[in-house]
């Protein structure tokens, strides 16, 4: 019985490791065109019943997830003379669990605003669907961050350096219009309140998330920042 609840679970878990091929690029593609509409479609899924959410997408925080494991592997690929890590972080998992934390960050900021500008109480059932929907939001940027790196690790090379800086100004730019679009519309705030409200979320929040990144990088790898 039991051996056969386990071949149950390994044929569900194929399944929906095989659909994200499909529904992977498809909710993505959703999301760049149609951000707003997928903002929304997020937090009506979740009234459904469980077994019926997201049933033609992939859920936002596994979106996020995935996502970031791609990035992941693409950025260990391409930068094989990257300095090694060390500590917990030698395990990529560790390392690939520390980035999906800090940058689940964003979503966190962006969700707990929403929450303050609304006047709402922070509760499980009020925060989770304003954070899925959040998570939607952070995955074309922080693709677009993660390849605008990519591209600029080449310090020798003018025109990826300019690529890899046009691809995080584009990110960065298409993710403060969605996020005042969004403040603007749910929280019914004039859009003038919800930018500024946006540009000092994001003028605190991605200095902080690129420090912590680099002061733990730099340590897990044995850099001293200060010679």
Known sequence: ??????????????????????????????????????????????????????????????????????????????????????????????????????????????????????????????????????CYATVPFVISLTLGLLFMSDETDMVSMMVGLGLMLTGLVWYGVVQALWLSITSKLHIGWAVATVMLTLAFAVPLVGLIGIVVGAASSGITLLE
Do not use: C
């Not at 999906?100 to 960050?105: H, K, L, Q």
């Open 1 to 134: 019985m039991d051996f056969m609840r386990l071949l149950k679970s390994i044929e569900e878990l194929l399944y929906e490791l095989i659909s994200w091929v499909i529904f992977y690029p498809l909710t993505l593609w959703r999301i760049i065109r149609h951000p707003l509409a997928t903002l929304g479609y997020a937090e009506r899924e979740l009234q459904q019943p469980e077994e019926q959410q997201f049933d033609d997408a992939v859920s936002p925080p596994i979106l996020l997830l995935v996502s970031l494991g791609l990035v992941h592997v693409l950025s260990r690929t391409v930068l094989e003379d990257a300095p090694a890590m060390t500590g917990i972080f030698a395990d990529e998992r560790n390392l690939l669990a520390f980035r999906a934390i800090m940058f689940s960050m964003f979503p966190l900021l962006f969700s707990l605003i929403q929450l303050r500008v609304e006047r709402a109480r922070v509760t499980r059932s009020i925060f989770k669907p304003i954070f899925y929907a959040q």
